[in-house]
C-alpha cells in the first residue's frame, strides 16, 4: 500500500455508456433487450405512416405525391418528437433507472450518446423545444398540405429549419468533445448516430429549400398581382 | 501537516470569471477598461447604422419606416455576427489570453458567460452558427427588403427562427446549470445576461410573427390567382 495514492481510486463502473465515468449511479439494466425496444419502435412509426395514410385518404384537396410523402414524414416527425422525445424531456433525471418501454428505447440510444442519460443541459433544452415546438409545427404543416392552407410553407419552413438548426447543435457538439459520449463500436456509432440523425439533416434541409422556392415563387406571384390590382 | 489531504489542494485562481475554479490558465488582462471597450462597439454599431442610412438612402423602391427599421437592423445584426462573433469563433481557444480590441470585448461580456473564454462545445458550435449561417441570412433579408425581393419574407423568417433558437438555447442551457457561468453582479447578470440577450429574442420573434403573417398573405393572393387563371 505504500504507493498508493487517493486519485488511484477509481470509482467502480456500474453502467455500459460512454465515457466509462459518467456519473449513472441510478442506472438500471433494461427488461427488454435490443431487439423488441427497436420492434416498438418500427411498430410506432408504422402506426404514425398508418394515421397518415388514413388522413391522406379522407383529404379533400388533391394532392402530388410529393405532398403526400410529406404529411407521412410530418406526422411520423411530430409523433416522435411529441412522445418519444417529449417523454425524454419530462424524465431526464430519472431515466437511466426508469423502467418503461420508452426508458428502454432512451437506454438503447443512450449507447450512441450519454448525453441522454445525464441530463446534459444542452441535450435537454434542445430536446424540449424538439418536442413542444417542433412537434406542433410539423402538425401544422400536415394540417395545412391536408387543407390546402397557406400556412402550409411558413410551417414546413420553420419545422424544418428548427430539426435541422437543432440536429446540427446536436452532432457538432458531441463530435467537438471527440465523440467522448459515444460507444465507438460502429454499430452505435455509424447507424445510432451518424445515420439516425442524418436523416433529420438530410430530409429537413430539402423541404428547407422546397418551401424556400415555393414561398418566393408565391410571393412574386401575390406581388404581381398585387401591382396589376393597383395599376388598373 | 498530518491531516492534508490531496483533495485540499485548490489551484489559485488567476481570473474574475464564473465559476471561481474555471480552467482559465490562459487568461491575461484587457488592456482597454470596460467604457472604452462598449465605446468600441457603440461605435461599431453606429457606423453600421449609417451604412444602413446611406444604403436605405439609394434604395430604388419607397419602403416603409418599419421596413427600414427592418434594414437597419439586419446590417447591424450582419455585422455584430459575422465580426464580433465570427471572431469569436475563430479565436475561442485563445480568446482568454488575446490582446485584441476584440477579445477585450469578449473579456468584458464574458463575466456575465464564461463559457465564452472556456470554449464551450455547444458555445462554440452556436456561435459558428450565428456567424456564418445568421450573419449571410441578414444580409439576404436586407438585400431582399432594398431590392424589393421576393426572397425577403423567407430570409426573415430564417435570419430571425435560427437567433431565437440559438438564443433560447444559449440562455436555457445557462439557467438549467443555476447560471453558475454568470457572475451575480446584477450589472452582469440583468445588463449583460438578461437585457442583451432578450434583444435578441423580443425583435426576432416579432419578426417570425411579421413573416409569417406577410407570407400567409402573400401565398393567399397567390393561391387566389393561380385558381383564377386555372379557371379562365
Redo the contacts between chains.
Sequence with gaps: MADF???DVIPEVLHPYFPRDAALSHYVASKFNMSESLTTLSAGVGLLAVISIILLARARTSLTGKDKLIVIWMIVCAGIHIVLEGYFSFNHATLAGKQSMLADLWREYAHSDSRYLTSD??T???E??TAVFDGSFAIVTAYGILA?S?????AQ??TS??QV??D??YM??NC??NYKHTNPHPYYFYFYFVTLNAIWIVIPTYL?VD??KN?????????R??TIKKSN
Design positions: 495514492q487517493p486519485q443541459p444542452f435537454v433544452i434542445m424540449g423545444i390546402d397557406p400556412i402550409r410553407y411558413p419552413l420553420i429549419l428548427a438548426y437543432g446540427v447543435l457538432g457538439t467537438m468533445e428547407i418551401a424556400c414561398i418566393y415563387r408565391g410571393m412574386l406571384i401575390a406581388q398581382a398585387t
